[in-house]
């Protein structure tokens, strides 16, 4: 008697019931409608959120990143004109060093080149100078002698004595 009670129980529970399979889908839709007005709708609506944030989270991502890369390029533009004005900044420099240089140079040779000219000039006044002295000596010396030999009027030996005696008076006045 257990066993044919365990069959009939076994047998009503996978034999088909038209009453308990109505009641069922009823139930099925009542709680499907009750879960469409009340988890559903607001699970959709958090859901619909959750995603608008996220998407919303993407587009600032994508919006900073283009931003970014905007500033990146504008820093490397702006390090480029700040290299290519270094670079001629130092280049002006250079040019400007080097005509300095040779300006200096230039005046320097200028200027040595007039001393030098003043020193000849000097040199050769002085020299001008001293052979007019010395012209102006021996000119004197010659007009001594020939006096000498004028008054004299002498003969060949007093003559030679007086022009010895004027070649040692020259001698003796240039030490």
Do not use: C
């Given at each position: 008697?257990?066993?044919?009670?365990?069959?009939?129980?076994?047998?009503?529970?996978?034999?088909?019931?038209?009453?308990?399979?109505?009641w069922t889908?009823?139930?099925?839709?009542?709680?499907?409608?009750?879960?469409?007005?009340?988890?559903?709708?607001?699970?959709?609506?958090?859901?619909?959120?959750?995603?608008?944030?996220?998407?919303?989270?993407?587009?600032?991502?994508?919006?900073?990143?283009?931003?970014?890369?905007?500033?990146?390029?504008?820093?490397?533009?702006?390090?480029a004109k700040?290299?290519?004005?270094?670079?001629?900044?130092?280049?002006?420099?250079?040019?400007?060093?080097?005509?300095?240089?040779?300006?200096?140079?230039?005046?320097?040779?200028?200027?040595?080149?007039?001393?030098?000219?003043?020193?000849?000039?000097?040199?050769?006044?002085?020299?001008?100078?001293?052979?007019?002295?010395?012209?102006?000596?021996?000119?004197?010396?010659?007009i001594k002698?020939?006096?000498?030999?004028?008054?004299?009027?002498?003969?060949?030996?007093?003559?030679?004595?007086?022009?010895?005696?004027?070649?040692?008076?020259?001698?003796?006045?240039?030490?």
């Amino acid at each position: 008697m257990l066993t044919s009670g365990i069959i009939l129980l076994a047998g009503s529970l996978l034999s088909p019931n038209p009453g308990l399979i109505f009641w069922t889908a009823i139930t099925f839709v009542i709680v499907l409608l009750i879960l469409k007005k009340i988890a559903w709708g607001p699970i959709i609506g958090a859901l619909e959120e959750r995603e608008k944030g996220i998407q919303s989270s993407i587009d600032r991502a994508h919006s900073a990143k283009d931003e970014s890369e905007a500033i990146l390029r504008k820093n490397k533009e702006l390090l480029a004109k700040a290299d290519a004005e270094s670079d001629r900044i130092i280049r002006e420099g250079k040019d400007y060093s080097d005509k300095l240089r040779s300006d200096i140079t230039e005046k320097a040779q200028s200027e040595a080149k007039k001393m030098i000219a003043l020193a000849k000039d000097e040199i050769e006044q002085e020299k001008r100078r001293a052979l007019d002295v010395l012209r102006n000596e021996v000119a004197d010396l010659a007009i001594k002698g020939a006096e000498k030999i004028i008054k004299a009027n002498l003969d060949a030996d007093t003559q030679k004595k007086i022009v010895d005696s004027m070649i040692q008076d020259l001698s003796t006045k240039r030490n």
